[in-house]
């Protein structure tokens, strides 16, 4: 059973550093290509980032430069390392996997969210 695990979130200073993690199970983790997504209040979720499974990775405009994504294959773990964070990047962050289960078919799994607030 597939399983995407968030962790990190925390409230912070203007300015200040999270790191959040992705712990998965039950996937092909190696060929899936893990995404971070945000949810602020009112807001709809929005992209972050994305790293694939050979490691490509692309970023929204509003984090580049401030955030970094990376992933452990061995850990089967996905990190976003989040700087200079503002009140804008306040949201809940959602953990996605998007992969190909063992019977061939794609598919598609969340995690259940960490709360980022960041305050001035």
């Known amino acids: 059973q597939a399983q995407l695990v968030e962790s990190g979130g925390d409230s912070v200073q203007v300015g200040g550093s999270l790191r959040l993690s992705c712990a998965a199970s039950g996937i092909r983790f190696d060929i899936s290509t893990i995404s971070w997504y945000r949810q602020a209040p009112g807001k709809q979720r929005e992209f972050v980032a994305w790293i694939t499974g050979k490691g490509d990775i692309d970023y929204t405009s509003s984090v580049k430069g401030r955030f970094t994504v990376s992933r452990d294959n061995a850990k089967n773990t996905v990190d976003l390392q989040m700087n200079s964070l503002k009140p804008e990047d306040t949201a809940v962050y959602y953990c996605?996997?998007?992969?190909?289960?063992?019977?061939?078919?794609?598919?598609?799994?969340w995690g259940q969210g960490t709360q980022v607030a960041v305050s001035s």
């Open positions: 996605c996997a998007d992969t190909v289960d063992l019977d061939g078919r794609r598919a598609r799994y």
